[in-house]
């Protein structure tokens, strides 16, 4: 049986391997999420709660169907924080750093499910990539746990109070999961602009993606004096630099004369930064955004469809794809066959999986669009559109719509998590089987197009 067992595995493609660990990673989380004494007394939760809880917290989304702070206990934190740590840095991440603990040596096959995981192009360096994320990962956690306990001190009566606090918040935004145990986000410290820089800068490194950490980090380390940064670090720090200003002047001009209005220049700054950072995949927010108008939160549905950058803790079509898929755009336009950029010229296969990830994105959500507007009645369309995005970013942000969706609603949300945080090319390659190469072709013509 044992040898069976092994054989059958090996059969399986590493984008397979890797969606069947995330299964068995959620189905550890809903018992670690049952287990006695994680619930407060007297409070009872449906399995199909505690099963969406899971799959958000894997998946790093936030998005709940339960209020956690009236919930669990502190020893249901605790879980709630391994589970985030289990989805944040990755299941490969986290299985190969204990193999590296026990001595055991990392093979051929676990490199190649670090590559797929981390959405490499190449098996070299895969061990190094994985402690670099776990060092980096952990010393951005302490350094924000340590920062925020000492500083949540005014807020709270007890040092206990504030380490909860500060280490909750510090996972939480670390790994764009979104939750909180204050019931109402970060609206309670909307007005400390201490905590939402410290936070915000947890939530770009968290998603920014790893490469660009190690190489920013071996950068100044000063080590190499022909360090040069790659293009993926270039093109992942300019998209996510120009989403986070453009989404921030978007929210400030279209909340201006709504929930912005009454409030000082500097407020309704932050309140339009932080939003924007948070858009990316954190999902934490600093006033209720059932107040934004609907303008502003379809707008926030299209940064969220985006997300956060590749080999990151965060979800959506990633932010390389939209930059791809728009350089393609200005080029075509321009006349030009080749994308080039910053003295190099993109490769066509990712081009293709650029277009790919973006054309079945964009049906995958508006299937899911169309699902839920019949399941969930009454439900206005642009909310379940901001849900579903919120989903598939791994985002976490929600106008109320998802506590309460019937259980078929719940399992369509579950599913656009999952494939959030997988990844939607290791999702579709696990449908796909096998890579199968073509031996032979046929003759080619032209087809008419526009």
């Known amino acids: 049986m044992k040898n069976y067992t092994f054989k059958a595995k090996y059969k399986m493609t590493p984008a397979q391997i890797i969606v069947s660990y995330y299964f068995i990673a959620i189905a550890i989380s809903v018992i670690l999420l049952r287990l006695p004494g994680v619930h407060r007394p007297g409070v009872k939760v449906d399995f199909i709660d505690s099963l969406f809880t899971a799959v958000s917290a894997v998946s790093v989304t936030g998005l709940t169907t339960i209020s956690i702070v009236d919930t669990y206990t502190i020893f249901g934190y605790i879980m709630l924080i391994l589970i985030l740590q289990l989805g944040g840095i990755g299941i490969m991440s986290l299985g190969t750093f204990i193999w590296l603990v026990v001595g055991r040596r990392i093979g051929l096959r676990e490199r190649q499910l670090i590559m797929v995981d ?23 956690q302490l350094l924000g746990s340590i920062i925020l306990t000492v500083y949540f001190t005014q807020y709270y009566d007890t040092f206990k109070q504030a380490l909860l606090h500060g280490v909750f918040t510090s996972v939480s935004a670390t790994t764009n999961a979104g939750f909180d145990i204050t019931g109402e986000s970060l609206v309670p410290y909307h007005h400390d602009y201490f905590v939402l820089i410290i936070t915000s800068i947890m939530i770009v490194f968290g998603a920014i993606g790893f490469p660009v950490l190690i190489e920013v980090k071996e950068f100044l380390s000063n080590k190499n004096k022909n360090f040069r940064f790659s293009l993926f670090t270039k093109l992942t720090t ?4 120009a989403l986070l200003v453009i989404g921030t002047v978007m929210i400030f001009l279209l909340e201006l004369f709504n929930t912005l ?31 934004f108008n609907e303008g502003t939160n379809l707008f926030m549905s299209a940064l969220m469809f985006i997300g956060a950058s590749p080999s990151s803790v965060g979800g959506g079509i990633r932010t390389t794809t939209f930059a791809l898929a728009i350089l393609f755009l200005i080029n075509f336009s321009r006349g030009k066959e080749n994308i080039q950029i910053f003295n190099r010229e993109i490769h066509l296969l990712d081009i293709y999986r650029a277009f790919a990830v973006f054309v079945l994105a964009i049906l995958m959500v508006f299937a899911a669009t169309i699902i839920l507007s019949v399941s969930e009645p009454g439900v206005p369309v642009a909310s379940l559109l901001f849900e579903i995005t919120s989903a598939f970013g791994t985002c976490g942000m929600s106008l109320g719509v998802t506590e309460n969706l019937s259980s078929f609603g719940k ?37 008419i197009i526009g």
Do not use: C
Request: charged share 20%.
């Open 261 to 291: 209005k009454d409030l000082p220049w500097h407020e309704k700054f932050f309140t339009a930064f932080f939003h924007s950072v948070s858009t990316r995949s954190a999902g934490l927010t600093t006033v209720d955004i059932n107040m």
């Open 238 to 241: 300019l998209t996510y630099g």
């Open 118 to 140: 981390h959405n490499q192009s190449k098996m070299s360096g895969a061990v190094m990539l994985i402690k670099e994320i776990i060092k980096i990962l952990l010393f951005i």
């Open 411 to 447: 399992l369509v949300i579950m599913l656009l998590m999952f494939i959030g945080r997988v990844g939607l090319i290791s999702f579709l390659f696990t449908l796909g089987g096998k890579r199968k190469i073509t031996k032979y072709h046929y003759p080619k013509e032209r087809v």
